[in-house]
Protein backbone atom coordinates (compact mmCIF):
# COMPACT_ATOMS: atom_id res chain seq x y z
CA UNK A 1 0.00 0.00 0.00
CA UNK A 2 2.73 2.26 0.77
CA UNK A 3 4.55 1.66 -2.60
CA UNK A 4 1.46 2.14 -4.59
CA UNK A 5 1.02 5.42 -2.65
CA UNK A 6 4.53 6.68 -3.49
CA UNK A 7 4.19 5.71 -7.08
CA UNK A 8 0.91 8.08 -7.19
CA UNK A 9 2.74 10.67 -5.66
CA UNK A 10 5.41 10.71 -7.33
CA UNK A 11 3.18 10.21 -10.98
CA UNK A 12 0.85 13.49 -9.47
CA UNK A 13 4.59 15.52 -8.62
CA UNK A 14 5.11 14.87 -12.56
CA UNK A 15 1.88 15.55 -14.14
CA UNK A 16 2.04 19.04 -11.78
CA UNK A 17 5.06 20.13 -13.51
CA UNK A 18 4.35 18.58 -17.13
CA UNK A 19 1.64 21.35 -16.61
CA UNK A 20 3.52 23.72 -15.54
CA UNK A 21 5.82 23.69 -18.47
CA UNK A 22 3.22 23.12 -20.84
CA UNK A 23 0.42 26.34 -19.44
CA UNK A 24 3.14 28.70 -18.30
CA UNK A 25 0.53 30.57 -17.49
CA UNK A 26 -0.41 28.98 -14.92
CA UNK A 27 3.15 29.48 -12.92
CA UNK A 28 2.84 31.71 -9.45
CA UNK A 29 5.65 34.19 -10.85
CA UNK A 30 6.22 34.00 -14.70
CA UNK A 31 10.24 33.83 -14.25
CA UNK A 32 9.95 31.45 -17.12
CA UNK A 33 8.49 33.71 -19.57
CA UNK A 34 9.45 36.76 -21.26
CA UNK A 35 7.22 39.69 -20.80
CA UNK A 36 5.97 41.35 -24.44
CA UNK A 37 7.56 44.02 -25.34
CA UNK A 38 6.06 47.16 -25.41
CA UNK A 39 4.52 49.28 -28.72
CA UNK A 40 6.80 51.86 -30.03
CA UNK A 41 4.99 54.67 -29.76
CA UNK A 42 4.28 56.86 -32.10
CA UNK A 43 6.77 59.74 -32.62
CA UNK A 44 4.68 63.27 -32.38
CA UNK A 45 3.92 65.14 -35.55
CA UNK A 46 6.86 68.02 -36.31
CA UNK A 47 4.90 71.44 -35.38
CA UNK A 48 4.15 73.35 -38.47
CA UNK A 49 7.19 76.36 -38.69
CA UNK A 50 6.14 79.92 -38.13
CA UNK A 51 5.31 82.16 -40.83
CA UNK A 52 8.05 84.38 -41.92
CA UNK A 53 6.66 87.95 -41.06
CA UNK A 54 6.56 90.54 -43.61
CA UNK A 55 9.39 93.17 -43.69
CA UNK A 56 8.46 96.38 -43.05
CA UNK A 57 8.41 98.91 -46.31
CA UNK A 58 11.26 101.20 -47.23
CA UNK A 59 11.10 104.39 -45.90
CA UNK A 60 10.44 107.43 -48.22
CA UNK A 61 14.18 109.10 -47.78
CA UNK A 62 14.08 112.71 -46.34
CA UNK A 63 15.76 113.81 -49.44
CA UNK A 64 15.46 111.63 -52.37
CA UNK A 65 19.31 111.77 -52.36
CA UNK A 66 22.69 112.22 -50.89
CA UNK A 67 23.14 116.45 -49.98
CA UNK A 68 24.34 118.56 -52.75
CA UNK A 69 27.52 120.62 -51.74
CA UNK A 70 26.11 123.66 -49.66
CA UNK A 71 27.38 125.97 -52.10
CA UNK A 72 25.20 125.21 -54.87
CA UNK A 73 23.96 127.63 -56.69
CA UNK A 74 23.40 126.44 -60.47
CA UNK A 75 22.51 122.85 -61.64
CA UNK A 76 21.10 121.27 -64.77
CA UNK A 77 18.29 119.09 -64.51
CA UNK A 78 17.99 115.80 -64.44
CA UNK A 79 14.86 115.24 -64.65
CA UNK A 80 13.41 115.12 -68.57
CA UNK A 81 10.44 116.23 -70.53
CA UNK A 82 9.40 114.79 -73.52
CA UNK A 83 7.95 118.46 -75.20
CA UNK A 84 8.60 121.99 -73.95
CA UNK A 85 5.41 122.82 -72.80
CA UNK A 86 6.76 122.91 -68.92
CA UNK A 87 3.89 124.83 -67.38
CA UNK A 88 5.09 128.17 -68.55
CA UNK A 89 8.01 130.20 -65.97
CA UNK A 90 6.22 129.26 -62.64
CA UNK A 91 5.70 125.42 -63.51
CA UNK A 92 9.79 125.44 -64.78
CA UNK A 93 10.72 127.17 -61.70
CA UNK A 94 8.34 124.81 -59.34
CA UNK A 95 10.34 122.07 -61.33
CA UNK A 96 14.03 123.80 -59.81
CA UNK A 97 12.41 124.16 -56.72
CA UNK A 98 11.52 120.08 -56.69
CA UNK A 99 14.78 119.05 -57.55
CA UNK A 100 16.89 121.38 -55.21
CA UNK A 101 14.92 120.10 -52.48
CA UNK A 102 15.40 116.83 -52.95
CA UNK A 103 19.32 117.32 -52.66
CA UNK A 104 19.13 119.17 -49.47
CA UNK A 105 18.98 123.07 -50.88
CA UNK A 106 14.86 123.11 -50.89
CA UNK A 107 15.43 126.62 -48.92
CA UNK A 108 16.67 128.74 -50.91
CA UNK A 109 14.78 130.71 -53.94
CA UNK A 110 15.56 128.89 -57.58
CA UNK A 111 14.90 129.79 -61.07
CA UNK A 112 14.82 128.39 -63.95
CA UNK A 113 17.22 129.91 -67.01
CA UNK A 114 14.62 131.00 -69.07
CA UNK A 115 13.44 133.81 -71.24
CA UNK A 116 10.11 134.78 -72.10
CA UNK A 117 8.15 136.81 -74.73
CA UNK A 118 4.78 137.92 -72.44
CA UNK A 119 5.80 139.75 -70.46
CA UNK A 120 9.23 139.98 -72.20
CA UNK A 121 11.70 138.92 -69.88
CA UNK A 122 15.32 137.42 -70.40
CA UNK A 123 16.61 134.25 -68.36
CA UNK A 124 19.83 136.25 -67.32
CA UNK A 125 17.81 138.81 -65.34
CA UNK A 126 16.16 135.71 -63.52
CA UNK A 127 19.03 134.77 -61.65
CA UNK A 128 21.28 135.83 -59.02
CA UNK A 129 25.06 137.74 -59.33
CA UNK A 130 26.97 134.51 -58.80
CA UNK A 131 29.62 133.67 -58.44
CA UNK A 132 27.90 129.99 -59.68
CA UNK A 133 28.81 126.98 -58.04
CA UNK A 134 27.83 123.35 -59.35
CA UNK A 135 26.63 120.51 -57.10
CA UNK A 136 29.88 119.61 -56.80
CA UNK A 137 30.98 123.25 -55.09
CA UNK A 138 33.04 123.78 -58.21
CA UNK A 139 32.74 127.17 -59.51
CA UNK A 140 31.74 127.87 -63.21
CA UNK A 141 32.01 131.57 -63.54
CA UNK A 142 32.34 134.58 -60.84
CA UNK A 143 29.49 136.85 -62.53
CA UNK A 144 26.99 137.52 -65.01
CA UNK A 145 29.16 138.45 -67.79
CA UNK A 146 32.16 135.78 -67.27
CA UNK A 147 29.15 133.15 -67.00
CA UNK A 148 28.01 134.79 -70.37
CA UNK A 149 31.43 134.64 -71.97
CA UNK A 150 32.52 130.89 -71.21
CA UNK A 151 31.54 128.06 -73.09
CA UNK A 152 29.53 124.67 -71.88
CA UNK A 153 31.54 121.99 -70.18
CA UNK A 154 30.18 118.19 -69.44
CA UNK A 155 32.80 118.31 -66.25
CA UNK A 156 30.67 121.74 -64.47
CA UNK A 157 27.49 121.82 -66.31
CA UNK A 158 26.47 118.93 -64.36
CA UNK A 159 23.08 118.04 -62.56
CA UNK A 160 21.90 118.38 -58.74
CA UNK A 161 23.61 115.01 -58.01
CA UNK A 162 26.76 115.68 -59.24
CA UNK A 163 26.15 113.33 -62.95
CA UNK A 164 27.48 114.81 -65.96
CA UNK A 165 24.45 115.33 -68.42
CA UNK A 166 24.64 113.01 -71.83
CA UNK A 167 26.23 114.45 -75.02
CA UNK A 168 29.33 114.63 -77.13
CA UNK A 169 32.15 114.33 -75.02
CA UNK A 170 34.05 111.22 -74.87
CA UNK A 171 32.56 108.26 -73.29
CA UNK A 172 29.32 109.38 -72.66
CA UNK A 173 26.43 107.55 -72.46
CA UNK A 174 23.63 107.71 -74.87
CA UNK A 175 21.29 109.08 -75.81
CA UNK A 176 22.26 112.48 -76.48
CA UNK A 177 20.58 115.04 -74.03
CA UNK A 178 22.99 117.74 -74.00
CA UNK A 179 20.09 119.90 -75.55
CA UNK A 180 18.83 122.65 -72.61
CA UNK A 181 15.92 124.66 -73.39
CA UNK A 182 16.44 128.24 -73.03
CA UNK A 183 15.03 130.82 -75.18
CA UNK A 184 17.43 132.59 -75.37
CA UNK A 185 20.38 133.95 -76.87
CA UNK A 186 23.83 133.28 -76.15
CA UNK A 187 23.98 136.55 -73.27
CA UNK A 188 21.25 135.26 -71.72
CA UNK A 189 18.49 137.55 -73.52
CA UNK A 190 15.05 137.10 -74.96
CA UNK A 191 15.36 135.05 -78.40
CA UNK A 192 12.13 136.12 -79.76
CA UNK A 193 9.54 133.47 -81.09
CA UNK A 194 11.51 130.83 -79.90
CA UNK A 195 9.83 130.36 -76.37
CA UNK A 196 7.35 127.50 -77.30
CA UNK A 197 4.41 130.25 -76.19
CA UNK A 198 6.51 130.63 -73.41
CA UNK A 199 6.88 127.41 -72.22
CA UNK A 200 3.52 126.48 -72.06
CA UNK A 201 2.93 124.94 -76.20
CA UNK A 202 3.51 122.09 -77.99
CA UNK A 203 4.14 123.65 -81.45
CA UNK A 204 6.86 126.22 -82.92
CA UNK A 205 10.69 126.43 -82.26
CA UNK A 206 12.62 126.65 -79.11
CA UNK A 207 15.93 127.85 -78.42
CA UNK A 208 18.83 125.54 -76.54
CA UNK A 209 22.39 125.20 -74.99
CA UNK A 210 25.09 122.83 -75.22
CA UNK A 211 25.25 121.73 -72.02
CA UNK A 212 29.13 120.39 -72.81
CA UNK A 213 29.64 122.97 -74.95
CA UNK A 214 30.25 120.64 -78.18
CA UNK A 215 29.07 119.58 -81.05
CA UNK A 216 29.31 116.31 -83.77
CA UNK A 217 32.44 114.29 -83.41
CA UNK A 218 33.16 116.81 -80.05
CA UNK A 219 33.47 119.91 -81.99
CA UNK A 220 33.94 123.19 -79.79
CA UNK A 221 33.34 125.35 -82.47
CA UNK A 222 31.18 128.53 -81.93
CA UNK A 223 28.33 127.95 -81.94
CA UNK A 224 28.29 124.57 -80.56
CA UNK A 225 30.51 125.57 -77.62
CA UNK A 226 27.14 127.85 -76.34
CA UNK A 227 25.46 126.68 -73.50
CA UNK A 228 22.77 129.43 -73.42
CA UNK A 229 21.87 129.55 -77.29
CA UNK A 230 23.23 127.14 -79.60
CA UNK A 231 20.38 126.20 -82.18
CA UNK A 232 16.77 125.90 -82.53
CA UNK A 233 14.94 122.49 -81.56
CA UNK A 234 11.06 121.51 -81.68
CA UNK A 235 8.32 122.02 -79.18
CA UNK A 236 6.51 119.19 -79.51
CA UNK A 237 9.38 116.29 -79.41
CA UNK A 238 12.46 117.68 -77.20
CA UNK A 239 14.48 114.46 -78.09
CA UNK A 240 15.43 114.63 -82.30
CA UNK A 241 18.71 116.75 -81.94
CA UNK A 242 20.07 115.72 -78.85
CA UNK A 243 17.71 116.92 -76.44
CA UNK A 244 15.54 116.07 -73.11
CA UNK A 245 13.69 118.93 -72.26
CA UNK A 246 16.15 119.74 -69.63
CA UNK A 247 16.68 123.25 -68.14
CA UNK A 248 19.33 125.18 -66.18
CA UNK A 249 18.11 126.33 -62.67
CA UNK A 250 20.06 128.78 -60.48
CA UNK A 251 19.22 130.69 -57.35
CA UNK A 252 17.56 134.13 -58.04
CA UNK A 253 17.68 137.32 -56.92
Not at 178 to 189: K, P, Q, R, V, Y
Not at 222 to 228: K, T
Amino acid sequence: MKLRDSVFGVRFVFLFIVGALTHPGCSSDNNNTSGTAGTTGTAGTTGAAGTTGTGGTTGTGGSGGPAANAMMNFFVTSDTSATANLGGLAGADARCQTLAAAVGHGSKTWRAYLSAATPATNARDRIGNGPYYNSAGMMIAADKDALHARSGDAALFIDEHGARVNGQWAGSPTPNQHDILTGSTLTGMLMSGNTCGDWTATTGMSQVGHADGLGPSMNAAAPFNQWAGAHTGMCGDTGPGGGAGKIYCFVGN
